[in-house]
Structure formats: C-alpha cells, structure tokens
C-alpha cells in the first residue's frame, strides 16, 4: 500500500519561513511528478507548486519567488521550502504524486496544517 506523509507544518509569524516535506512508502516502481496544493477554510484546493522527476518546476502565481519545491527521487521525498509567508498562506498543505505500481495512479497525504498569524 502506497503512503504520502506530510511533515513541517506550523504555526509561524508573518514574513517567516518553514519547510515541508512529503515522503513516499510502500511498494511502487517509480514516482513521477510530485506537487503541494492547499486547501483554506472556504475555498478550493488550489495549486501550489510542482516538480517532474527530472526536475522541472512550476509555481502558482502567489507563490513564485518566495516558495521553492525539490525532491530527493533516492528518498522518495518532496519538499516546499515556503519563505517570506504571508497571513493568505494559512491554508492545509497536502502532497501529491504520480505513483506507478499496477497502474499510474493519484495518491494524496493527509494534509498538514500552516498557520500564517502575529
């Protein structure tokens, strides 16, 4: 059974920074691309960034330029180093990846939640 656990969530003050990262288990033969989408109270999930397995990125407009997504594809890792936060990133961060075992399928980890506030 294939898992994606969410790590690095928090509660940090405007204009601070955390890291997240999402890591991948189970039996697959291989990961292909790997993002961060989030989710606020209210609204839809949105996309945040994400990362081809050779490593080329792309970034949500309100992100780009404070946010920097990379993988490590020998630890099946994501990670989104967020920077510069601001109060509209409060939102639950959850990881997807592309997944091939049988098929080629979606798997999403159970959120972890950042809180932007003073």
């Known amino acids: 059974q294939v898992r994606l656990v969410e790590s690095g969530g928090g509660l940090v003050q405007p204009g601070g920074s955390l890291r997240l990262s999402c890591a991948a288990s189970g039996t697959f033969f291989s990961i292909n691309d790997m993002g961060w989408y989030r989710q606020a109270p209210g609204k839809e999930r949105e996309l945040v960034a994400t990362i081809s397995r050779g490593g080329n990125t792309n970034y949500a407009d309100s992100v780009k330029g404070r946010f920097t997504i990379s993988r490590d594809n020998a630890k099946y890792t994501v990670y989104l180093q967020m920077s510069s936060l601001k109060p509209e990133d409060t939102a639950m961060y959850y990881c997807?990846?592309?997944?091939?075992?049988?098929?080629?399928?979606?798997?999403w980890g159970q959120g972890t939640q950042v809180t932007v506030s003073s």
């Open positions: 997807n990846a592309g997944i091939l075992w049988t098929a080629l399928r979606d798997y």
